[in-house]
């Protein structure tokens, strides 16, 4: 992750915004007195969606469990309509 001084981010408004919206990585910009994090609106919505999932237990654990099933496990890609409860879904 980038850092900048909020006088650089100034300066170079435009630029940045639109680095950040092509490369959608985040930068950390220090001020006199405090910081934050300029991000995308795609990069945040997924920030959004990963807490949000995170505080479901069982979305949690259906997510490991997914993680956790070998490949040779899951039904093809092409059968998922036919199987809307698999865990490798």
Known sequence: MQTMTA?????SFDEILKN????NEPIFVIGNEKAM?????????????TAF???DVEMRKDILEG???PLSECIPESEIDKHPTSPCL
């Open 7 to 11: 006088t650089a981010v100034k300066e």
């Open 20 to 23: 950040i919206q092509d490369d």
């Open 37 to 49: 994090v300029m991000v995308s609106a795609e990069y945040w919505k997924s920030v959004e969606e």
């Open 53 to 55: 999932l995170s505080q």
């Open 67 to 69: 993680l956790n099933t």
